[in-house]
């Protein structure tokens, strides 16, 4: 069971307030992501639940427990850190072994389940090696490891893939979601990258100066932004926003279309621009084109093998039924 | 970054750099060689290099004589005693200094520094008087006491350093896996401290083993380690030097090995991390 | 992280070293402020607690003062001069590709272990010395009189000693920071057509002059201490007495203790001016 619940927490650093009085419930067996710019107090928020912050106001309960007074090792939470902060002078598997011999567990029973994360997480032939001996990703599984046999309440996980290359944050991503579906246990994951959240949870929370924007599933997150900044936030390439008096025709301050939702037209169109850059992915191709309504070019996706290049005029139509519209304080007109 | 380079090239300057580095220790392979050499080969006009008889003659002289053993013992007990006694109090300060960092932290890590760059010359005769008072004038627990104190700063220094590169999510993952403080102190804090607490207490027997101020003025001779014992070896002028090169070989032997490990530390020890 | 509980246990961790380095200084300190201004020589059971600025009048207009700094400077210069040069020089070398890299560092480093007495001695006997020295011997081998080195050019023979000792301790901090230049930037500057000796001075010597600056620092703090050298060599005659000297010989030899005092107080007067320089480079290093 992994039923987390935060009710008006709060975190002051001296007269700071780093994340105002906050609501939140993490459903049992959620995957759970926190997005954000940096700053946003996404992490913070994460090490409150962990216990390795004190609150400065409000209650976190676990389970229905509460938990806000208990120190980190008794809220049955395990952690997966950014640096991935494996014990450098042990052994892999005292590494795994380490939160277990804490609880002071039988050794058939540690080496039964050192055995069984091991083998899920492809460590095997690794378990007498040094952290320092191992590749990044080997590195992240082992933290994985480390978390997976304590079997606890929920997993914290802090951007742990920020330190891999590209190509294996990819399988890595991969990897994580896979054992969420496999041990159904409540995780809640912190990154700044809109894609890992996207492709990863059940449940985005999207953090801006420690409020909460928005709070919902990756699709209603895309289809339904309940403001400007989770708008340009979630989706990539980033929606393209109209101010002035293009939007004041739509009866909003502010208006939103999604690269996907511009269509190429022949002539006339709503908008006519330059083409500037073209990014040629193969399958899709990215044109940012210089139109007037906006200062900075519009982004729009086309098919793998439009035949436009730099400086060509080009003629956009936006699908009018997945326009988004704004008021002045950024708020969605529903 | 890889680039080839021309093996005359390298042979110029591995010639080059093998002059000068034999040429900066001459000094030390010269008395090593005279330590073997009989007192009258020692000042054999020309110079004798490799071929004479070696003897262990002159060590064994220099061993004979009363005074030397004592005085090995004391520098052994002077620099091992100073340095522990430094560490068993400067652990403590430079973890809590490391860990849990408060405003204070930095002025007081300063002010310590500051107190090494107090002459020695201007507590001289105070701390003479106190010594006699207490009547420890001579006494290797005053040297050991004295010793400690002026390392001290560098102790706590370097000890800081190592400490702050300990990772502070290593230290929350373990908090995470349920470690209580004292088994996190046990297993995850102390193993990764340990190296960088050896080569603090290596430097430090370094610099209280030649230390040669307060060790010359505050014994004469039961506590009169290496440093003072040397400086009034003597004996007929002319005829000693094969002994005396014994007795500076024996003296400076183990610092150099010692040292010799220790390289990378002497630098961040001694520069107080102003450059690394 | 830093909770109220553990804030209260890292003072009193903390304690315990404030508490030793407090006393050590304060106590001896403010005696020897106090002695500076007494007239007190235990030889001639003279004491009298107050004579105000005398001893310091005595002491900073006495030619000996005058003479002590001259040669302090002159020592600490010569020194410097020998291990800031020969130590950039050494460094670059030994940054070069070369066989047995390892040892020839082993090598340079050894004289910084050797104790001063023994290198004191050493130097003073085996080479300088005018009948059996080594020096003496080279110099009849290329027809000159032996030269009488530590009597009739004491304080250059005592620079050598010194410098022979620090040269490793320079030569290390500079390596260390000829180590951290970035090859990438020597490239680029070699890309841009600079020729060697410039991509020495526009590049390599900025680079350096943090390190060199604390060396310079460093040493200038423990070589104004020079004690042991002095005392094995010349014992402070023929010119070489510098003001550590001076103070110790009114104190223990004389038993002039005011004076004494007094000269202890100004020397860490001076020693402090340097230490205010080399606190700041430190101090600014502790935030990054």
Same mark, same amino acid.
């Given at each position: +069971?992994?039923?987390?619940?935060? %009710?008006?927490?709060?975190?002051?650093?001296?007269?700071?307030?780093?994340?105002?009085? !906050?609501?939140?419930?993490?459903? %049992?067996?959620?995957?759970?992501?926190?997005?954000?710019?940096?700053?946003?107090?996404?992490?913070?928020?994460l090490?409150?639940?962990?216990?390795?912050?004190?609150?400065?106001?409000?209650?976190?309960?676990?389970?229905?427990?509460?938990?806000?007074?208990?120190?980190?090792?008794?809220?049955? !939470?395990?952690?997966?850190?950014?640096?991935?902060?494996?014990?450098?002078?042990?052994?892999?598997?005292?590494?795994?072994?380490?939160p277990?011999?804490?609880?002071? +567990?039988?050794?058939?029973?540690?080496d039964?389940?050192?055995?069984?994360?091991?083998?899920?997480?492809?460590?095997?032939?690794?378990? /007498?090696?040094?952290?320092?001996?191992?590749?990044?990703?080997?590195?992240?599984?082992?933290?994985?490891g480390?978390?997976?046999?304590?079997?606890?309440?929920?997993?914290?996980?802090?951007?742990?893939?920020?330190?891999? %290359?590209?190509?294996?944050?990819?399988? +890595?991503?991969?990897?994580?979601?896979?054992?969420?579906?496999?041990?159904?246990?409540?995780?809640?994951?912190?990154?700044?990258?809109?894609?890992?959240?996207?492709?990863?949870a059940?449940?985005?929370?999207?953090?801006?100066?420690?409020?909460?924007?928005?709070?919902?599933?990756?699709? /209603?997150?895309?289809?339904?932004?309940?403001?400007?900044?989770?708008?340009?936030?979630?989706?990539?390439?980033?929606?393209?926003?109209?101010?002035?008096?293009?939007?004041?025709?739509?009866?909003?301050?502010?208006?939103?279309?999604?690269?996907?939702?511009?269509?190429?037209?022949?002539?006339?169109?709503?908008?006519?621009?330059?083409?500037?850059?073209?990014?040629?992915?193969?399958?899709?191709?990215?044109?940012?084109?210089?139109?007037?309504?906006?200062?900075?070019? +519009?982004?729009?996706?086309?098919?793998?093998?439009?035949?436009?290049?730099?400086? %060509?005029?080009?003629?956009?139509?936006?699908?009018?039924?997945?326009?988004?519209?704004?008021?002045?304080?950024?708020?969605?007109?529903? | 970054?890889?680039?080839?380079?021309?093996?005359?090239?390298?042979?110029?300057?591995?010639?080059?750099?093998?002059?000068?580095?034999?040429?900066?220790?001459?000094?030390?392979?010269?008395?090593?060689?005279?330590?073997?050499k009989?007192?009258?080969?020692a000042?054999?006009?020309p110079?004798?290099?490799?071929?004479?008889?070696?003897?262990?003659?002159?060590?064994?002289?220099?061993?004979?004589?009363?005074?030397?053993?004592?005085a090995?013992?004391?520098?052994?007990?002077?620099?091992?005693?100073?340095?522990?006694?430094g560490?068993?109090?400067?652990?403590?300060?430079?973890?809590?200094?490391?860990?849990?960092?408060? $405003?204070?932290?930095?002025?007081?890590?300063?002010?310590?520094?500051?107190?090494?760059?107090?002459?020695?010359?201007?507590?001289?005769?105070?701390?003479?008087?106190?010594?006699?008072?207490?009547?420890?004038?001579?006494?290797?627990?005053?040297?050991?006491?004295?010793?400690?104190?002026?390392?001290?700063?560098?102790?706590?220094?370097?000890?800081?350093?190592?400490? *702050?590169?300990?990772?502070?999510?290593?230290?929350?993952?373990? *908090?995470?896996?349920g470690?209580?403080? $004292?088994?996190?102190?046990?297993?995850?804090?102390?193993?990764?401290?340990?190296?960088g607490?050896?080569?603090?207490?290596?430097?430090?027997?370094?610099?209280?083993?030649?230390?040669?101020?307060?060790?010359?003025?505050?014994?004469?001779?039961?506590a009169?380690?290496?440093?003072?014992?040397?400086?009034?070896?003597?004996?007929?002028?002319?005829?000693?030097?094969?002994?005396?090169?014994?007795?500076?070989?024996?003296?400076?032997?183990?610092?150099?090995?010692?040292?010799?490990?220790?390289?990378?530390?002497?630098?961040?020890?001694l520069?107080?991390?102003?450059?690394? | 992280?830093?909770?109220?509980?553990?804030?209260?246990?890292?003072?009193?961790?903390?304690?315990?070293?404030?508490?030793?380095?407090l006393?050590?200084?304060?106590?001896?300190?403010?005696?020897?402020?106090?002695?500076?201004?007494a007239d007190?020589?235990?030889?001639?059971?003279?004491?009298?607690?107050?004579?105000?600025?005398?001893?310091?009048?005595?002491?900073?207009?006495?030619?000996?003062?005058?003479?002590?700094?001259?040669?302090?400077? &002159?020592?600490?210069?010569?020194?410097?001069?020998i291990?800031?040069?020969?130590?950039?020089?050494?460094?670059?070398?030994?940054?070069?590709?070369?066989?047995? &890299?390892?040892?020839?560092?082993?090598?340079?480093?050894?004289?910084?272990?050797?104790?001063?007495?023994?290198?004191?001695?050493?130097?003073?006997?085996?080479?300088?010395?005018?009948?059996?020295?080594?020096?003496?011997?080279?110099w009849?081998?290329?027809?000159?009189?032996?030269?009488?080195?530590?009597?009739?050019?004491?304080?250059?023979?005592?620079?050598?000693?010194?410098?022979? &000792?620090?040269?490793?301790?320079?030569?290390?901090?500079?390596?260390?920071?000829? &180590?951290?230049?970035?090859?990438?930037?020597?490239?680029?500057?070699?890309?841009?057509?600079?020729?060697?000796?410039?991509?020495?001075w526009?590049?390599i010597?900025?680079?350096?002059?943090?390190?060199?600056?604390?060396?310079?620092?460093?040493?200038?703090?423990?070589l104004?201490?020079i004690?042991?050298?002095?005392?094995?060599?010349?014992?402070?005659?023929?010119?070489?007495?510098?003001?550590?000297?001076?103070?110790?010989?009114?104190?223990?030899?004389?038993?002039?203790?005011?004076?004494?005092?007094?000269?202890?107080?100004?020397?860490?007067?001076?020693?402090?001016?340097?230490?205010?320089?080399?606190m700041?480079?430190?101090?600014?290093?502790?935030?990054?």
């Amino acid at each position: +069971m992994g039923r987390i619940t935060l %009710d008006k927490v709060q975190k002051k650093f001296g007269d700071v307030e780093v994340i105002p009085p !906050l609501d939140l419930t993490v459903e %049992d067996g959620e995957f759970v992501v926190f997005v954000g710019p940096s700053g946003c107090g996404k992490s913070t928020l994460l090490r409150l639940i962990a216990g390795l912050e004190d609150v400065s106001g409000g209650e976190i309960r676990i389970d229905g427990n509460p938990a806000t007074d208990l120190p980190p090792a008794k809220r049955g !939470l395990a952690m997966v850190f950014q640096s991935y902060a494996l014990y450098p002078h042990m052994s892999v598997r005292k590494n795994i072994a380490f939160p277990m011999k804490m609880a002071g +567990m039988p050794q058939d029973e540690q080496d039964r389940r050192i055995a069984k994360a091991a083998t899920a997480l492809n460590l095997t032939d690794y378990l /007498d090696r040094r952290p320092g001996q191992l590749s990044g990703g080997q590195r992240q599984r082992v933290a994985i490891g480390r978390a997976i046999v304590r079997e606890p309440a929920a997993f914290l996980f802090d951007e742990p893939l920020s330190n891999l %290359d590209a190509a294996l944050r990819v399988g +890595m991503r991969m990897e994580i979601s896979e054992l969420h579906k496999t041990l159904a246990t409540t995780m809640i994951y912190v990154t700044h990258d809109q894609v890992e959240a996207m492709t990863m949870a059940d449940k985005i929370v999207v953090l801006r100066a420690g409020h909460i924007e928005q709070v919902g599933s990756p699709l /209603d997150l895309y289809k339904a932004p309940r403001n400007t900044f989770v708008a340009g936030f979630i989706g990539s390439p980033k929606m393209n926003l109209l101010t002035g008096a293009t939007a004041q025709k739509h009866d909003a301050a502010t208006i939103g279309i999604r690269p996907e939702h511009l269509d190429v037209v022949p002539e006339g169109g709503t908008f006519t621009g330059r083409v500037g850059v073209a990014e040629h992915l193969g399958s899709d191709t990215f044109f940012h084109v210089h139109i007037p309504e906006m200062d900075e070019p +519009m982004t729009v996706r086309a098919g793998g093998e439009v035949g436009l290049k730099h400086g %060509d005029t080009i003629h956009l139509k936006p699908q009018m039924q997945h326009l988004h519209r704004f008021d002045a304080q950024g708020l969605r007109i529903a | 970054m890889a680039r080839a380079i021309s093996p005359r090239k390298k042979m110029m300057w591995t010639v080059l750099a093998w002059f000068f580095g034999l040429l900066i220790f001459f000094p030390i392979l010269w008395t090593f060689l005279t330590s073997f050499k009989a007192e009258a080969v020692a000042i054999a006009d020309p110079p004798v290099w490799f071929f004479f008889d070696w003897t262990t003659e002159n060590y064994t002289a220099v061993l004979g004589r009363s005074n030397y053993p004592l005085a090995l013992m004391n520098s052994i007990v002077i620099a091992v005693g100073s340095t522990l006694l430094g560490i068993i109090i400067a652990v403590p300060a430079a973890w809590a200094m490391a860990f849990v960092p408060g $405003r204070r932290t930095k002025d007081v890590l300063m002010w310590m520094l500051s107190t090494k760059m107090l002459p020695a010359v201007g507590v001289l005769y105070p701390l003479v008087l106190i010594a006699k008072y207490f009547n420890v004038m001579d006494s290797r627990i005053l040297l050991v006491v004295i010793l400690m104190l002026i390392n001290l700063p560098i102790i706590v220094w370097m000890l800081y350093t190592y400490f *702050r590169e300990i990772p502070g999510e290593i230290l929350e993952a373990a *908090r995470m896996d349920g470690a209580s403080l $004292r088994n996190e102190i046990i297993y995850v804090l102390t193993p990764m401290a340990v190296p960088g607490i050896a080569s603090t207490i290596l430097l430090n027997i370094i610099l209280a083993w030649n230390e040669a101020f307060w060790t010359i003025i505050l014994t004469t001779v039961s506590a009169a380690p290496l440093t003072k014992f040397i400086s009034s070896f003597s004996a007929p002028e002319g005829l000693f030097y094969a002994k005396l090169s014994a007795a500076s070989i024996m003296a400076i032997a183990p610092i150099l090995v010692m040292g010799w490990f220790s390289q990378k530390q002497l630098v961040r020890g001694l520069t107080f991390g102003a450059v690394k | 992280m830093a909770t109220e509980h553990s804030k209260a246990s890292a003072r009193i961790m903390i304690a315990p070293a404030v508490f030793v380095l407090l006393v050590w200084m304060l106590v001896p300190l403010c005696m020897t402020l106090y002695f500076s201004f007494a007239d007190y020589r235990p030889l001639r059971a003279t004491f009298d607690a107050w004579i105000g600025f005398d001893n310091y009048v005595s002491f900073l207009t006495s030619d000996s003062f005058i003479s002590s700094v001259i040669v302090t400077l &002159q020592m600490v210069a010569g020194i410097l001069v020998i291990t800031i040069g020969g130590g950039i020089a050494l460094a670059l070398l030994l940054d070069q590709p070369m066989f047995g &890299q390892g040892i020839v560092r082993i090598l340079v480093i050894a004289p910084f272990f050797v104790m001063p007495t023994v290198s004191a001695l050493v130097w003073k006997n085996m080479f300088f010395n005018a009948d059996n020295g080594l020096f003496s011997y080279l110099w009849k081998f290329f027809g000159a009189q032996p030269y009488d080195f530590l009597s009739q050019a004491p304080l250059f023979s005592i620079i050598v000693i010194v410098a022979w &000792q620090w040269l490793p301790f320079s030569t290390l901090i500079l390596l260390t920071a000829v &180590q951290s230049l970035s090859s990438e930037q020597l490239e680029a500057a070699e890309m841009d057509g600079a020729p060697g000796y410039s991509r020495f001075w526009y590049i390599i010597l900025p680079h350096l002059s943090r390190a060199i600056t604390v060396v310079i620092l460093i040493q200038t703090i423990f070589l104004l201490s020079i004690f042991a050298e002095i005392f094995v060599t010349t014992n402070g005659a023929f010119g070489t007495r510098t003001l550590t000297y001076l103070v110790y010989q009114r104190v223990l030899e004389s038993q002039n203790i005011g004076l004494g005092s007094a000269g202890g107080i100004v020397a860490v007067i001076l020693a402090n001016i340097v230490a205010i320089f080399l606190m700041r480079i430190v101090g600014k290093n502790l935030d990054t």
